[in-house]
């Protein structure tokens, strides 16, 4: 074999190795963009989701201080309650509407419609307590349990779309995931306390020893959330 060939060879050789070290960053950077933009798509659902349960605690809450007044409503609270209560469907209809095409979250969507209907059957019984006054014990009781049954549906549809984000994307937007999860525990855990608050004072008795330690334990799990992010 001649110089010449020798040379030809390895030429060739060295730039068949190029050419496959190019193809293959080039499939890097492809997989990563296509991380990035399914990253990019789950974050605005889970956004979108953030700000409904956010949104649906303030309802909660507002709710749970008007039942426990034994009067009607005021014409002001009654539209805050309708306010924050479009506000937050308005935001679960665009996630619904989203996951519709992510097939692995069918259980987590089926839990969320399943909770949907049970808040709507309570929101039904409080809209006409809130009008009349008259707030049975039961739904006094049942109003915090059916809601933040399905705030958590909400939540556990969101962590359902999040957990399809694919593993090469960038350690900055997990972090970035990381923290919204730490503020949605902050957000929904002082909402329940401000729930329970908010009947305690506008009942005007003492807070039953069960509610103050539910009400404890809610401070702590904001508080631990907020140590995560600090």
């Known amino acids: 074999m001649t110089i010449r060939t020798s040379l030809l060879i390895f030429t060739s050789v060295l730039a068949l190795l190029v050419m496959g070290l190019s193809l293959d960053r080039a499939l890097h950077v492809a997989a990563r963009m296509q991380a990035a933009n399914a990253a990019r798509e789950a974050a605005a659902i889970s956004s979108r989701a953030f700000d409904a349960t956010v949104t649906l605690a303030v309802e909660r809450g507002a709710v749970n201080g008007a039942l426990a007044t034994g009067k009607p409503a005021s014409d002001a609270q009654r539209s805050l309650v309708a306010n924050k209560r479009r506000e937050a469907e308005a935001a679960l209809e665009d996630v619904v509407r989203w996951v519709a095409s992510y097939s692995s979250v069918g259980p987590a969507r089926e ?4 909770a949907r209907a049970a808040a ?9 307590a809130l009008t009349s006054g008259e707030a049975g014990a039961e739904l006094r009781q049942a109003w915090i349990p059916a809601m933040t049954g399905y705030i958590m549906a909400a939540e556990k549809l969101r962590a359902a ?3 399809e984000i694919p593993l090469q994307v960038d350690g900055r937007i997990r972090l970035l995931i990381n923290a919204q999860n730490a503020l949605w525990t902050m957000a929904e855990f002082a909402g329940r306390e401000r729930a329970m608050l908010a009947a305690a004072i506008n009942a005007g008795k003492p807070m039953p020893a069960a509610t103050v330690e539910a009400a404890s334990a809610a401070r702590g799990q904001m508080e631990g959330a907020f140590a995560r992010v600090n």
């Open 120 to 128: 709507e059957n309570r929101r039904r019984q409080a809209d006409a």
């Open 161 to 163: 779309v999040e957990a």
């Open 111 to 114: 839990a969320f419609q399943s």
